[in-house]
């Protein structure tokens, strides 16, 4: 049985393209360049790389890359528009809980759950983790973005329920403060026009804790900010209205 991800990635990549969070990716590359002192001779690994948006402009800037990701319809679409924009990338089908490049990148990026947090238990998102620790060179980076705990934290569970997603969720309360799990149900409409009911299972972090399983993994040093969209910057603090961290690990 395939998990809610797996299903909503399946005939979605021309819809996934249309979302407004992909509208940010100019700005989001600005900023991974600058984390790496525009250094065109890094090598960088794109986990969950989608239908390659972030991959296919690091590349269009002249920097090496490679990108994976466990659907097929979404990596097609990656090869599409990469040969549209006249690019060449590898791209791989790799499931990111079980992946090895032996130290073979200068960076890692994981940007907009690219796979950490969607997996159904916490084990599999350390797992992620640990394999981008084990693919990054000694002085590496893992850039990534992830669902923010303090958010739902703050708020009460109805106003998080209600206005954190615009998408069609229950308004049960599906939030889980013991397990900083969110399960919730919406309809999501593939590219075909086909309606799907999809049971999803995400895990929220909080800084705290985000901190200790990179530092656990063997990272040197962990910094967290907000994550806002196409607005990367270590300018702006994490703060409870920000929906998304955005992280920084280095080895």
Known sequence: MKQWYEELFTNYSNTYDSEVFTTGTQGEVDFIEKEINYDKAKRILDIGCGTGRH??????????VLGFDLSQDQLSRAVEKA????????????????FDYGFEFDLAIMICEGAFPLMETDEMNFAILRNAFSSIKPGGKLIFTTLNGLFPLFHSVKDFINQADKQDRSKENTFDLMTFRDRSSYDAIDDSG?????ECNERYYVPAEITWLLKSIGFLSVEILGARLGEFSRDHKLTTEDFEMLVIAAK
């Open 55 to 64: 991959s296919i402009e690091l590349t269009k800037r002249g920097y090496e």
């Open 83 to 98: 040969k549209a924009n006249n690019v060449e990338i590898r791209f791989e089908r790799k499931d990111a809980r079980n």
């Open 194 to 198: 086909t309606v799907k009911h999809l």
